[in-house]
Antibody
């Protein structure tokens, strides 16, 4: 059974940093691209970042480019999102999502984690 | 403002049929597969339709998808109260700022 479990969310002050993790199980992690998608309170889905199965290709939304870094450790079956220079508008539930193929953008998100809440406030 | 355009809400009675539209452009829907996701209240999104019209195992055939040009449509027949949820279309956008794009979401109310 595929499982994606996010952790690392919490309350952080504007300008602060946070690192999210997504522990994956139930599939060959290195064979699949992964993404982070966020949802602000009462709002729709917003794609944040994606990484290929090998980790060699990464993509970012313009809203987080230069502030967020996506990475993965295929030996630990874990996806990460390092978030720096956080702003109030980054407040959201952050979901990790598995693509159904190894190449970013070529497939669909077939599994989603339960999400972790990040609140940026003073 | 979302790259893909969906109606904010739709409604229909139990047992009826409803369609949800998703409009984009040549850089996204026009040249890439469309997926649809269902988000029940308080839960994570769930894949409903992929590759424009394919259903993952376990998704009933009451749910269908189609695509024509730069628009896609989700259809739901035999509406049930349990179908009340937010529905999102999504696809890859191949423009200069390449990335996944979603519609703004459509709230389905089963009256």
């Amino acid at each position: 059974e595929v499982q994606l479990v996010e952790s690392g969310g919490g309350l952080v002050q504007p300008g602060g940093s946070l690192r999210l993790s997504c522990a994956a199980s139930g599939f060959t992690f290195s064979s699949y691209a992964m993404s982070w998608v966020r949802q602000a309170p009462g709002k729709g889905l917003e794609w944040v970042s994606a990484i290929s199965g090998s980790g060699g290709s990464t993509y970012y939304a313009d809203s987080v480019k230069g502030r967020f870094t996506i990475s993965r450790d295929n030996s630990k079956n874990t996806l990460y999102l390092q978030m720096n220079s956080l702003r109030a508008e980054d407040t959201a539930v952050y979901y990790c999502a598995k693509e159904s193929g190894s190449i970013v953008g070529a497939t669909t998100y077939d599994y989603w984690g339960q999400g972790t809440l990040v609140t940026v406030s003073s | 403002q979302s790259v893909l355009t969906q109606p904010p809400s739709v409604s229909a009675a139990p047992g009826q049929k409803v369609t949800i539209s998703c409009s984009g452009s040549s850089s996204n829907i026009g040249n890439n597969y469309v997926s649809w996701y269902q988000q029940l209240p308080g839960t994570a999104p769930k894949l409903l339709i992929y590759d424009n019209n394919k259903r993952p195992s376990g998704i009933p055939d009451r749910f269908s998808g189609s695509k024509s040009g730069t628009s896609a449509t989700l259809g739901i027949t035999g509406l049930q109260t349990g179908d009340e949820a937010d529905y999102y279309c999504g696809t890859w956008d191949s423009s200069l700022s390449a990335g996944q794009v979603f519609g703004g979401g459509t709230k389905l109310t089963v009256l």
